[in-house]
């Protein structure tokens, strides 16, 4: 697993650097631009739970089910502070490492969707030249 950041003295040891958890910068390079979108999508949907998890374990069982197990945050600002730091670099180290695949990902929506807008474009102005030349004026 790359790093962008290594996490050192964290509070709650693994599932802290859980957070970090990304693929390999080769299996990036070499993965289809499908599967990279499906991991970046995996990567955003699973994190929460990871912090939920992280939560569960630093502030307790009483404090997670109040927080709405741990989807929201609790009253401790030191641990939520380590969670806000260590997101906002989980979330960098991921831009980074998929940086060049989603260039080409939007490249690619690009290409796709110049064709699409200029055919509609088309089809608004026939379809208002047709209504004015058969009579429905405003």
């Known amino acids: 697993m790359s790093r962008f950041y290594e996490p050192q003295n964290m509070p709650c040891g693994p599932r802290m650097e859980a957070l970090y958890n990304l693929p390999d910068k080769a299996a990036v390079a070499d993965s289809s631009l499908l599967t990279v979108v499906l991991w970046m999508i995996l990567i955003d949907c699973k994190r929460p739970f990871q912090v939920a998890l992280l939560r569960l374990q630093a502030a307790g069982f009483a404090r997670w089910l109040v927080s709405l197990c741990g989807m929201r945050a609790t009253n401790q600002v030191k641990l939520e502070h380590a969670i806000v730091v ?36 088309i089809q608004v102005l026939l379809h208002i030249s047709i209504a004015l030349f058969l009579g429905y004026r405003l």
């Open 86 to 121: 260590a997101q906002r670099q989980a979330a960098l180290s991921k831009r980074i490492l998929f940086l060049s695949r989603t260039q080409q990902v939007f490249h690619l929506w690009h290409v796709i969707h110049r064709p699409f807008s200029f055919a509609f474009a």
